[in-house]
């Protein structure tokens, strides 16, 4: 399993750079991941978006469906897509420390 | 070889990017001939097998030649193919639906030739690059998938089992004896990519163990609720577990009386794994078909229940399906297809008469509509 270190802190990864583990994500590991995810500077509506995603997992053990995200941030899409422009899934899911999504993808 | 940059700028992924253009537009590649007669069709006839003649209002004739593909194909293929057709077709080519390749001439005789050429053309092994065929009541090239080139979900293998049954069938392909289009279609797992459940003939990769729990991972890498709902069966729990190590961690439980190895579970959680050697095999199914020419479409049923994986050549998924084919073309009636046939003559005499085992296994069992596929009448045959 491959690891990073970033600004003194351990992060275990897999090929596509998702957290193995949720409970090892901390402030720094968005910093880490945000460049090759093309986010120049985080801005308040990254992190409500993070923020979410987490509080989300947290309490329900999945990621939100789309639809959910756009309706409790009041992000649409096309705004989401600004923000992370990998996506839901593969910018803003793995800057909050979610799993890799899985499925037919 | 060192890194060759195309232009994108990775300090600034956003800037001169090109996006939401969608495919080229096909009237971008036809052929003159096409072009120009473009829904003035009159009517078409098949001339011989792997080539057709289609008549336009105009008196345009275009002459369309088949010919096989093994689908997985390299660049250097698809360049000996665009010399084809650079060579003969003035550089127009297209591929079928089911990936069989077609070039387009005017006259018959460069149809003639062209036909010559492509069937002259093998690889060093001996196999034709270009054979060709498929026109017609015969068996065209198979409708398959991923397997073990490239899938994660896989029960068996596509390209090898493909390669074995079109063997076994050439002759099918590059003749039109059969009583109708034979459609074989192949997927290596229950997720069915493609045409197996409305096939004629359809192979399907098919486990028989349920799946491995990774419990120390597991809720790492899952999330869990999305494994537990995608169980057809309900057979998947939530459930906590102490590991060697003390640590209590979050888990699933299977149940595995209720576990049909379908698979959906590791699909959605990479910590359920199932593949397994000696479990894994093929389900043969027959009868399907999407066209509702004379009767509706029909959806293929399932006729041998397991073949196991026998790598390189699976002789025994050979015979079985050549036993089938052979059994169809000889009994069935002009334009039957095989669904057609074996409900006309009655499944207990399809299995009879392709000397094929009917077990248990083929009774449907999955919740109310099972009771559909039940016989309630008296109407049988001993």
């Known amino acids: 399993m491959p690891s990073v270190e970033f600004q003194g802190k351990n992060f275990d990864i897999d090929e596509d750079g998702f957290l ?8 720094e590991w968005v910093d880490y991941v945000k460049d090759s995810e093309g986010i120049k500077d985080l801005t308040d509506e990254h992190n409500k978006v993070i923020e979410f995603l987490q509080d989300y997992y947290k309490k329900n053990g999945i990621a939100p469906m789309v639809r959910i995200l756009s309706k409790v941030t009041g992000y649409k899409l096309k705004h989401i897509y600004e923000l992370f422009p990998s996506g839901p899934g593969k910018g803003a899911c793995k800057m ?9 993808v | 070889m060192a890194f060759v940059s195309s232009g994108y700028n990775p300090d600034k992924p956003m800037s001169d990017r090109i996006s939401d253009i969608g495919p080229r537009n096909y009237e971008e590649f036809l052929p003159p001939v096409i072009k120009k007669n473009f829904g003035k069709w009159l009517y078409h006839e098949i001339i011989e097998p792997g080539v057709l003649m289609h008549k336009a209002e105009s008196g345009d004739e275009v002459y369309t030649v088949r010919a096989g593909t093994a689908r997985l194909v390299t660049t250097s293929y698809i360049r000996e193919a665009c010399a084809i057709a650079k060579e003969y077709c003035g550089g127009h080519l297209r591929w079928t639906t089911r990936n069989n390749v077609e070039f387009m001439v005017e006259s018959l005789e460069d149809a003639k030739k062209l ?18 065929g498929g026109t017609g009541a015969s068996i065209s090239n198979i409708v398959h998938t991923q397997g073990w080139v490239h899938c994660h979900t896989p029960a068996t293998d596509a390209s090898g089992t493909v390669k074995v049954i079109m063997d076994e069938l050439f002759e099918e392909f590059t003749s039109m004896k059969m009583p109708a289009i034979l459609r074989i279609a192949v997927a290596c797992c229950l997720n069915m990519c493609g045409a197996c459940h409305c096939s004629d003939l359809a ?33 998947l729990k939530p459930s906590k577990m102490e590991l060697p190590d003390g640590k209590t961690v979050k888990t699933i439980a299977v149940n595995n009386d209720r576990c049909m190895y379908c698979g959906n579970c590791y699909t959605m959680c990479p910590s359920l ?18 066209s509702n020419r004379i009767s509706n479409p029909k959806f293929s049923k399932v006729a041998v229940a397991f073949i196991p994986n026998e790598p390189p050549r699976w002789p025994t998924l050979a015979k079985v399906t050549r036993k089938i084919v052979e059994t ?3 009994e069935a009636k002009k334009y039957e297809r095989l669904g057609d046939w074996a409900e006309r003559i009655g499944w207990e005499r399809f299995f009879e008469k392709c000397e094929l085992e009917f077990t248990h296994h083929l009774i449907d069992d999955f919740r109310d509509p099972a009771y559909f596929t039940w016989r309630q009448t008296t109407n049988f045959k001993f």
């Open chain 2, 203 to 235: 192979v399907v990769g098919y486990h028989r163990k349920p799946p491995m729990v990774d419990n120390a991972y597991l809720d790492n890498l899952c999330e869990i609720p999305l494994a537990i709902a995608s169980c057809p069966t309900g057979a």
């Open chain 1, 96 to 104: 909050a420390g979610l799993p890799k999504p899985t499925g037919c």
């Open chain 1, 20 to 27: 193995q583990r949720f409970e090892d994500w901390c402030p």
């Open chain 2, 328 to 330: 169809y073309a000889a």
């Open chain 2, 115 to 132: 036909k010559e050429t492509l069937n002259a053309k093998t690889f060093p092994g001996g196999s034709h690059m270009f054979p060709v």
């Open chain 2, 273 to 290: 794994p199932l593949a397994d050697q000696e479990g894994d095999g093929i389900v043969l199914m027959v009868g399907g078909k999407v």
